[in-house]
């Protein structure tokens, strides 16, 4: 590996490394709010109670239990559950992020999407400058409806394939898919529609990145754009809807959502049904009369969540453990780790943040985490695109998705599959797919030897 190595070393070089943030691994990963425990099914459940103050416990066991519990439909005896619909696609939280992990596309048109979505909008921005919604559908395509309201139809997916040979011979089939629409109950779709296929990303971890201030997000998207290479990420400002005015995104696959908690409640409501006080109103477009006659009913509450029970779900994410990095020490994970810096991941996938104060659970601040991601937005090229934008999201940009636990996701959720439609089948793949300003990181992939490729996917195997 030595001579092959140092050649591509000093060819890279010139891509990497900017001025602020230091490109390591030093300590856990996600530093007091961290597991040790390894590749087991567990990996993503692991609450950090010892950080977390003994008059929150009930609290956070609260948020764990609605977090895992199915939703039941008005009315019913179990008050604090009850609310799912009219329309929703999943009646629970874990059905979409099984075990807190991640979700997967269907392998067949004839497959559900048992944890996985299709977003839709028109083109021409909401209010708050947001994705426009289909009139007649909504924002979401929701499959199923409560009794008496029928469900707005299925998406399903088509897959295509082609090869890729990489430098040293080897071929690697890639896919992608179509979305199509069946069984629609309210019409056509616009005849201008815009759609995103999203599966469901792993929940850990969120307080961590929510607690990273923002003028160090900022400082990053400055310094990229100062190194003037190709990668120049950007902060996407989306609506706070708690607090009543634009604020920076950090979650979502377009980063469209400001905070953990308004995450759970736009899960809540697109996915489920479920009103909150984030998000009071029905997903009642004006076609789906029998939806708006349901949310009417005499006697049903809304918001169907309680302000406190929402709070309880926000904290139990706060306090799910980042499970750490493993074989740090292996020669083959240390030689892939240099790689990853050295061919200019890490300028987006940024191994080290730091949080900053945070009130709303103090042992969050000040700590040193490695997340891998700037949480920015960058041009992922045409191949990757959906073509639908969300705020300052083009339909090419996507945020940087964190890495860290991606190679416990076989472990944990039985598959590999990643990006923002779950198209790639492993690392690779996805790494095949990076164009536009991750095309440079791409290419020095693509030109590996088999040794030093098979070192970098060992590295992010082991994170």
């Not at 990095?325 to 240390?334: F, L, N, T, Y």
Request: glycine share 10%.
């Amino acid at each position: 590996m030595g001579k092959n190595m140092s050649r591509r070393f000093i060819y890279f070089l010139p891509l990497i490394f900017l001025p602020i943030f230091a490109h390591g691994n030093d300590g856990p990963a996600g530093g007091d709010f961290s597991t040790a425990a390894g590749a087991e099914r567990e990996a993503f459940q692991h609450i950090v109670w010892e950080k977390t103050a003994q008059n929150l416990w009930d609290k956070v066991r609260t948020g764990r239990s609605l977090t895992r519990q199915t939703w039941v439909i008005s009315p019913s005896l179990e008050t604090n559950i009850a609310g799912l619909g009219p329309t929703y696609n999943r009646p629970s939280c874990i059905s979409c992020h099984p075990a807190n992990g991640r979700g997967q596309p269907p392998a067949t048109p004839d497959e559900a999407m048992h944890s996985m979505l299709v977003r839709l909008s028109i083109p021409g921005t909401d209010a708050h400058g947001g994705p426009k919604h289909e009139p007649h559908y909504g924002d979401q395509l929701n499959e199923f409806g409560v009794p008496g309201v029928p469900g707005e139809g299925e998406a399903f997916l088509q897959w295509q394939t082609r090869s890729e040979r990489l430098a040293d011979g080897k071929e690697v089939e890639l896919r992608w898919p179509t979305i199509g629409f069946r069984h629609l109950a309210f019409g056509p779709l616009h005849d201008k529609l815009l759609t995103s296929a999203r599966v469901a990303p792993p929940i850990f971890g969120l307080g961590l990145l929510e607690a990273v201030p923002e003028a160090d997000i900022v400082a990053i998207a400055q310094a990229q754009k100062a190194a003037n290479n190709g990668i120049a990420g950007i902060p996407n400002q989306v609506w706070d809807a708690g607090r009543k005015r634009q604020a920076l995104g950090r979650f979502g696959w377009k980063a469209n959502q400001p905070t953990t908690r308004q995450q759970i409640a736009g899960a809540l409501a697109g996915d489920m049904g479920v009103t909150s006080d984030i998000m009071p109103e029905p997903n009642c477009p004006p076609a789906q009369t029998a939806c708006a006659a349901v949310k009417a009913k005499v006697g049903e509450r809304h918001p169907e969540i309680t302000t406190a029970d929402l709070d309880a779900m926000t904290l139990y994410h706060f306090v799910l453990a980042v499970p750490d990095a493993r074989q740090q020490d292996d020669p083959g994970v240390r030689a892939g780790k240099t790689l990853f810096n050295a061919i200019g991941c890490a300028t987006c996938h940024q191994p080290t943040l730091k949080t900053g104060a945070f009130p709303r659970l103090p042992a969050l601040a000040n700590q040193t985490i490695h997340p891998y991601t700037d949480l920015l937005l960058h041009d992922m090229g045409p191949e990757l695109a959906d073509g639908r934008p969300d705020y300052r999201a083009n339909g090419q940009q996507w945020r940087t998705p964190p890495l860290w636990g991606i190679g416990l996701t076989q472990k944990v959720n039985g598959h590999s599959n990643f990006l923002h439609d779950g198209r790639a089948r492993n690392a690779l793949e996805a790494i095949l797919w990076h164009g536009g300003e991750g095309k440079n990181a791409r290419e020095a992939v693509r030109n590996m030897s088999a040794e030093e490729r098979e070192a970098l996917l060992a590295f992010l195997d082991a994170l």
